[in-house]
């Protein structure tokens, strides 16, 4: 199994890692509520998606 000679650098290491940043996640309000919700996905405090109606929210006691 080849192994390298020699090691990299510590910027070469971390100019590498650098590029490793979290998403910001795209968010919009729902048609319906206008609750915050992911888009093209269904809003989960209505249950509704493209205007319909698609699930049944049912409220916890």
Known sequence: MAN???RHCRSRRDKRRANWKGEILSVMKCPECGEVKLPHKVCL????Y???KVLEIVEKD
């Open 4 to 6: 390298p000679t020699s």
């Open 45 to 48: 405090e209505c249950g509704s």
């Open 50 to 52: 493209n205007k319909r």
